[in-house]
């Protein structure tokens, strides 16, 4: 995108318009070109920049790495933040407080981008991959640890720089703007710094910063304690309040954040404290698909209600924020005269920031106390996915460990399934056995969906897909927190192979861990026995015809009926017709609970992990 028409698109025109440009300015912007080599380039351009930014502060902060939101640590070379903004004389880098990212490469060569007509926007070359990663990383990391809509970076080249804005649907990038004063370009300049004037001028809102949020929010003494003690939350944690639906809650850090992507839904859920009712609630942050088959997580809620579904949240109350939508996928041709567009290889979707809340729900998943205990709460959960499919006629399509809660004291806790902003209404499916993107949680998404197709389209999921994907949470939470015999690093190579870098269906998983509960050992077979048959080879045709003349003599030769249940053809029938029944996962779990031993090994466990890193290098040595 012309850089003239980003700042117009994005920003409002400051109050006294941003003015032509000196010449010591010229000359500033292209001393950052003369440098030889990357950090040199960081004093020369605060230099540039800072007459455009009176009301910001441009910090060096390159050699102060810092951790994000997830405790990794990241390195921006140049941070921008208000003027106080609270950031310590001593912080250089505060991903909580920072305004813009600015990330510099001294060689065109790592630019991510072409503007070449006629080529794809995005280059390929391991370097580009590099700063493309580098620069989607930081973004993820602004977003995910402010409360945002979008933000805004910057990428700086020796003889010329990039504007980009993300939100929750995708990133608009500007063309090079030329940082010198030949043939002409000082245009493009004047756009640059237009755009460091305007965001100096510019609200919050415009900025990106969610106003419905407020940090640290005026509370008596008396509040914040009784809040605390209902929270449970020691002195130490920091306050936010946030606005959903009609009302105010108290929240503090956020239980589950779904943010590893600067696009997407980036759920965040919440322990919360009503300010109305004074009573303790879940509180959902989101950002929801806006479509025409798509509905509200909160109608849904009622749609399972009225159907009687068990084994789910009460819902309160919830609502869309407005303003909040994105406009990454707004940008498309218009008059047929736009040669600089490049749209992205897939549509891009509309997201809209939507607030959800529940009943309070005690514990995550994996929060539980025994095996037995855990199994239970699948149970309940996959009784809900069941009776939603049959009764309500709702597919939900994304089974995962952060989907299954449970409500209860310690041992006696019942299974809760939530998150039902992805589901299908079956009533009105769309013609076809495709989708235009993929939907659920990497990690635990049924392999065949992973699965390349003939012609790379993206297969809807089906009832049983969603069966597999209990499956893989039921396995992962297994690995992670019940008795087994694999030691740290084994663990976590297990762990990145099977859930995160790569996937595979878990043919071999019960061997590979040696689970030390036998009833575990057992249910894990079964169902792994059973929904294995979606992946092997049908039965050959002599294997039919020798089945069907095996049933024939079994009428009257009851002695053959332990040949004929054992046949290869009949077990497959069998867990195909089982994948089929709804209601098999719900039942072959109440079962499971009925056997022996789920007290041998039964505790919960906390497994030591190895990062990867520290594996890889070790591999290396």
């Known amino acids: 995108m012309p850089a003239a028409k980003f700042n117009d698109s994005y920003l409002p025109q400051a109050p006294i318009p941003c003015g032509m440009l000196s010449g010591a300015t010229l000359g500033a912007f292209e001393a950052v070109g003369q440098t030889d080599g990357e950090v040199s380039m960081y004093p020369l351009w605060i230099t540039a920049v800072d007459p455009f930014c009176p009301d910001l502060e441009t910090i060096d902060a390159h050699s102060h790495p810092a951790p994000d939101y997830d405790g990794k640590q990241i390195k921006p070379d140049i941070c921008v933040y208000a003027r106080g903004s609270g950031r310590g004389s001593a912080t250089l880098n505060d991903i909580k407080r920072v305004e813009i990212i600015e990330e510099f490469k001294y060689y065109d060569s790592d630019d991510p981008f072409d503007d070449t007509v006629g080529q794809p926007f995005e280059r390929v070359t391991s370097s580009a991959r590099d700063t493309l990663g580098q620069i989607t990383q930081y973004a993820t990391a602004h977003l995910a640890a402010q409360f945002r809509t979008h933000v805004f970076s910057l990428l700086v080249f020796r003889k010329y720089a990039r504007l980009l804005r993300w939100d929750r649907s995708g990133v608009v990038v500007t063309e090079k703007i030329n940082m010198t004063s030949r043939n002409g370009t000082t245009s493009k300049l004047h756009s640059l710094c237009d755009f460091l004037w305007r965001f100096n001028h510019a609200t919050p809102e415009a900025r990106g910063v969610d106003t419905s949020v407020t940090l640290n929010p005026e509370l ?7 809040i605390r003690q209902i929270l449970g939350f020691g002195s130490e944690k920091p306050l936010t309040q946030l606005h959903a639906g009609s009302s105010d809650y108290i929240v503090g850090d956020a239980v589950y954040m779904g943010v590893g992507s600067p696009v997407g839904r980036s759920t965040r859920t919440f322990e919360a404290y009503s300010l109305k009712t004074k009573e303790r609630v879940f509180l959902k942050d989101t950002w929801r698909v806006v479509s025409k088959t798509q509905r509200r997580e909160d109608e849904i809620y009622v749609r399972l209600k009225a159907a009687g579904v ?52 005690e514990r995550t998943l994996t929060e539980f106390t ?199 053809v009949t077990v497959y029938m ?48």
């Open 220 to 226: 008596t003494d008396e509040q914040r304690t009784s």
């Open 574 to 621: 069998e867990r195909l017709a089982a994948l089929d029944d709804g209601f098999w996962l719900p039942r072959i779990l109440s079962e499971a609970l009925k056997w022996s031993g789920w007290e041998i090994e039964g505790g919960r466990v906390e497994h030591e992990k190895t990062s990867m890193s520290d594996i890889d290098a070790r591999d290396r040595s």
């Open 370 to 568: 025994t095996t037995r205990e855990m199994v239970t709460a699948f149970r309940d959960a996959s009784e809900a996915h069941a009776q939603a499919y049959s009764r309500a006629r709702i597919l939900h399509r994304d089974i995962s460990v952060g989907n299954i809660l449970i409500k209860g004291g310690p041992g006696r806790g019942r299974g809760v399934l939530i998150d039902w902003d992805l589901c299908k209404d079956l009533d009105h499916q769309s013609l076809g056995a495709t989708q235009s993107e993929r939907t659920g949680t990497w990690q635990f998404i049924a392999a065949r969906l992973l699965m390349p197709t003939d012609d790379g389209s993206i297969p809807i999921p089906n009832l049983t897909d969603d069966v597999e994907s209990f499956f893989h949470v039921l396995t992962y939470v297994a690995v992670l927190y019940t008795a087994h015999q694999l030691d740290a690093s084994r663990l976590s190579r297990f762990i990145s192979s099977n859930f995160e870098d790569s996937y595979k269906i878990l043919l071999v998983l019960v061997e590979i861990a040696h689970f030390k509960n036998p009833p575990l050992v057992k249910l894990i077979q079964l169902m792994t026995e059973v929904l294995t048959v979606r992946y092997v080879a049908a039965p050959r045709e002599e294997h039919r015809l020798a089945h069907a003349a095996l049933q024939k003599l079994v009428k009257d030769h009851a002695n053959l009926k332990m040949a004929y249940d054992q046949n290869i």
């Open 310 to 361: 068990e084994h789910i949240a009460e819902f309160i109350e919830a609502g869309d924020l407005e303003g909040h939508i994105t406009r990454s996928q707004l940008i498309r041709p218009t008059d047929g005269n736009e040669e600089w567009l490049k749209p992205p290889r897939r549509s891009l979707r509309t997201l809209q920031h939507y607030r959800l809340v529940l009943e309070d729900i």
